[in-house]
């Protein structure tokens, strides 16, 4: 990279393409970085606080990243002519121009989607995704091809073969083949890894086989739930989207031994139940959707459990209770309502999806599910409920997640 050009005046225009071109690639570097750091599950539950700017920063990068291509269209007519004769470059300019736009647009929807309906940030977000996954890896080969080590590389494979086959130059051209086996190592290579990536994204929405059906590390419980009427088949038609699964800390493994679940607190009556206690409990199904608040949606979900409401009227709340704080068996996660909020008709201590008792990784076998508030507040692997007066804020919020976590626009 030619950095003279971010300093110099009066540049021509070929340099001034030259300097939006590098600009376009530290920005895009720039914006990999933070998008990768925020798909990251390990840093996700590592540096939580710090994903919360990160997401931040992506976003008014995103912003910057702009500015290149407005620079670049009173340029463009002039830049096209000189590239007229060269087929890959304008491949190339009209893939990552493209490439750029997809992700912009969509980069702006996922940024504002509270003021748009949950599929338009659903569709945005896969199809950020999926730019990224092709532009990423197409920009990874961009610029290795014309770093001066692979250059270097090339002409020595070039010196090679004419030492080698002096006399086949004219004809065979082994020059270019040497040259085009080089690239496609590289792009091989790249395509090789960025696919198991790529792959592992696209397996949920294919509904190809997952290995995480046969975790080892699953919660095991026996008896399972017996599905009411309702639940099998399920009265939504089964769920439609797919969860993205997030822990800010390893995965709780939780069987019949080590699980209860307890209500105390600011109530009358505050109870424990174990696994075959809690299976006596009356449950109900209900379909309802479930939103990120990162845009993923999960709709039409038919989730049995115990509506909350008939958990707190049960054990009798005291006058002095103001909110009610749920609590994982991840043993950090936490969040609240308030208590008109917790006694909304669809708040439920749900067990099963659509029929079958809720995995490991989507929070089972118990987790709390508020539909109309984004998901952070559902919290998972729930094990107790406690009544409390002064106000609590949860995991999410006290790291910067917003305290309204209503979905609007539905
Ligand atoms: N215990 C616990 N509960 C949690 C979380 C978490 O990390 N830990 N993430 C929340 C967030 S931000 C979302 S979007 C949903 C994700 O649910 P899923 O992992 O079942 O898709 O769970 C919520 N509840
Ligand atoms: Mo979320």
């Known amino acids: ?24 690639a530290i920005l895009f570097f720039l914006l990999s970085l933070t998008g990768l750091l925020l798909l990251s599950a390990a840093f996700r539950s590592t540096f939580p606080a710090t994903r919360v700017w990160i997401k931040d920063i992506h976003i ?17 007519k002039k830049h096209q002519l000189t590239i007229r004769k060269a087929k890959y470059k304008q491949l190339n300019l009209k893939l990552v121009i493209s490439i750029l736009l997809v992700l912009m647009v969509s980069g702006f929807l996922l940024t504002f989607h509270r003021q748009f309906p949950p599929t ?27 770093t001066q080590t692979f250059k270097k590389l090339e002409k020595r494979f070039r010196k090679k073969s004419l030492v080698e086959k002096p006399m086949e130059i004219e004809d065979g051209n082994p020059v270019y083949k040497r040259r085009s086996f080089l690239r496609i190592l590289l792009g091989g290579f790249i395509v090789l890894v960025s696919s198991h990536y790529f792959i592992k994204w696209v397996a949920p929405y294919l509904n190809l086989p997952t290995n995480t059906a046969s975790n080892p590390g699953a919660n095991q419980f026996s008896p399972l739930p017996e599905p009411n ?11 439609e989207g797919q969860f993205r699964y997030y822990t800010v800390t390893e995965m709780p493994i939780l069987t019949n031994e080590n699980w209860n679940f307890t209500i105390d607190g600011l109530v009358d009556s505050p109870a424990q139940y174990n696994w075959d206690q809690f299976l006596n409990l009356q449950r109900k199904v209900q379909v309802s959707d479930f939103h990120c608040v ?3 949606s999960v709709y039409k979900g038919t989730w049995e459990g115990i509506p909350l409401k008939q958990f707190l009227d049960n054990a009798g ?15 950090v996660y936490t969040d609240t309502l308030t208590i008109d909020q917790a006694m909304m008709e669809d708040v439920m201590v749900a067990t099963l999806l659509d029929g079958e008792l809720l995995t490991q990784e989507n929070g089972g076998p118990v ?3 508020v539909p109309q508030m984004y998901a952070y507040k559902s919290v998972k692997w729930l094990n107790r409920i406690e ?14 997640y917003d305290t309204d976590a209503w979905v609007e626009n539905v």
Do not use: C
């Not at 990279?1 to 021509?12: A, E, G, P, S």
């Not at 008014?60 to 009173?74: K, N, R």
């Not at 009427?229 to 769920?239: E, Q």
């Not at 709340?317 to 043993?331: L, T």
């Open 1 to 24: 990279m030619d950095i003279k050009v971010f300093f110099q005046r009066n540049l021509n225009v070929g340099k001034k393409l030259v300097r939006l071109h590098h600009s376009n």
């Open 60 to 76: 008014w990068i995103g912003v910057i990243s702009v500015l290149p291509l407005l620079f670049y269209l009173p340029k463009r």
């Open 120 to 146: 338009v940030s659903s569709w945005a977000l896969i199809i950020h995704d999926l730019a990224t996954w092709v532009g990423l890896p197409y920009v990874i080969y961009h610029s290795l091809t014309r």
């Open 229 to 239: 009427a309702d639940s099998l088949p399920p009265i939504g038609g089964g769920k």
């Open 294 to 296: 990162t845009g993923w």
């Open 317 to 331: 709340i005291k006058n002095n209770a103001k909110y009610v704080k749920f609590y994982s068996a991840d043993g």
């Open 367 to 369: 987790r709390l599910l």
């Open 387 to 400: 009544l409390i007066e002064e106000e609590h804020i949860g995991y999410w919020e006290e790291r910067g």
